[in-house]
């Protein structure tokens, strides 16, 4: 089957079209994310639209190596994202000359969480004695 331009697609590129669903499952399954899992297998595409594949023995093989390469790269890269904000945020702290921040949730947010609480443990006492015993066993 020729392309737009008349050339016949690569042997990779026809794997790649032939197992593209396989790749998508078998990268959401890994990364937990379809979204992820696409941008991976879209990069797959990408990298092999520009290779000479008359060295690539196994294409199937080479493509599920290859992203699984661009998956761990993408984890790499996200690592080093996250130990550079951290540093940065460390940093920042540790020259800041005021008291840094808590954590803690505000005085607005604990009553309101209180108030809330209340209320669903009136609902939960003026339940039958059988639901409130399964509903209390349940959480």
Known sequence: MANADGKR???????????????????????????EAEDIVQEIYLRIAALDDASVENPVGYLYRLGTNVMLDRVRARQRSTARDDAYYRTFQAGSSEEAESDAPSPEVVWESRARLERVLAVVERMPPRRKQVFVMHK
């Open 9 to 35: 697609p690569s042997v990779l590129v026809a794997a790649y079209m032939e197992k593209r669903t396989n790749l998508l499952r078998f990268f959401a399954l890994r990364t937990s994310s379809s979204s």
